[in-house]
């Protein structure tokens, strides 16, 4: 097991007037290997839960455990346990700020005390895997595309090498194009690597086409966990949380209540498309 919440409550600004709370007793399991999207309405405190995954906040009551280690627990390093699980913030293009692309991709690998030329290659790694093409290294990140920007973020997290990968909200504010080529490189990173991917994200769409198992939060709470198949079977529950399922589910849904053999379980534009022409006799 990866990662291990238990009973994760955190409250901010506790014993002030500003008291908050915006986890209330969330505990889950993360195996190795999965690809867990996290969706929620605004406010629901997705971004405050992850950012309890590697040691950034420190829960108010709670324990969380990785690969089985309390992170809190004497003598556990959290400088290590922020390299091994790597948080890619919201519109994290917003913390670039060094001369060229690569200077900026070597900065995680240099501060956890590797050499010029080991971070280097790291940076390089990293950059090959965001598809960001040589010619734009020596570049000032400030000069690049918004989808670009982001891309050298994800690689300045991916050069500290990590087995976890979160990323909070990684398309917001990006057009269609952009962020499906985030989203694809994503699932790279999970199918040729292996990596344990936690992914927050409004977009139902994308959660149904990229995501193995969903964790719905709201107002503070774990509401739902399951796959999206399972999850979107509660698209009222979800529209009284501000969410809804994927449109092509509520397509599907009107199908079927006219009458039309198509399952109901359709969470993608894919299987939208293979159930309608099944319908036709065009399989
Ligand atoms: P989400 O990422 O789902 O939008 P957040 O984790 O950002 O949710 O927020 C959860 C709750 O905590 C919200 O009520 C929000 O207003 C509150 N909150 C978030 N950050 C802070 C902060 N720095 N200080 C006080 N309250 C905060
Ligand atoms: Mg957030």
Not at 254 to 267: F, H, M, S
Request: hydrophobic share 35%; net charge negative; glycine share 10%.
């Amino acid at each position: 097991m990866a990662i291990r919440a238990e009973h994760l409550t955190f409250v901010y600004n506790q014993g002030t007037a500003l008291e908050q709370k915006a986890l209330d007793d969330v505990s889950f399991e993360i195996p190795d290997g999965q690809f867990v999207g996290v969706i929620g309405h605004t406010g629901s405190g997705k971004s405050t839960m992850i950012q309890h995954l590697n040691g950034l906040v420190k829960p108010t009551s709670g324990k969380i455990y990785y690969n089985g280690e309390d992170i809190y627990g004497e003598g556990y390093s959290l400088k290590t346990l922020r390299s091994k699980v790597g948080l890619v913030f919201q519109y994290p293009e917003h913390q670039l700020f060094e001369v060229d692309v690569i200077s900026d991709v070597c900065y995680g690998p240099r501060n956890l005390g590797l050499s010029p030329e080991e971070a280097r290659q790291r940076a390089e790694e990293a950059l090959r895997l965001v598809g960001m093409k040589e010619k734009y290294w020596q570049q000032s990140p400030f000069e690049l595309s918004g989808g670009q920007k982001r891309r050298v973020a994800i690689a300045g997290v991916l050069a500290m090498n990590p087995e976890v990968l979160i990323l909070d909200e990684p398309t917001a504010g990006l057009d269609p194009k952009g962020r499906d080529e985030i989203l694809d490189q994503v699932r790279e990173l999970h199918e040729k690597k292996g990596m344990t991917i936690l992914l927050v994200s409004h977009s139902m769409e994308d959660m149904a086409r990229y995501a193995q198992r969903l964790l719905v939060m709201n107002h503070g709470r774990k509401a739902f966990d399951g796959t999206p198949k399972e999850i979107f079977e509660h698209y009222k529950e979800l529209e009284s949380m501000g969410l809804a399922a994927p449109q092509v589910t509520y397509i599907a849904h009107a199908l079927r209540e006219r009458g039309l053999a198509v399952e109901e379980d359709i969470t993608t534009v894919e299987e939208a498309r293979d159930a309608i022409l099944r319908l036709f006799g065009k399989e």
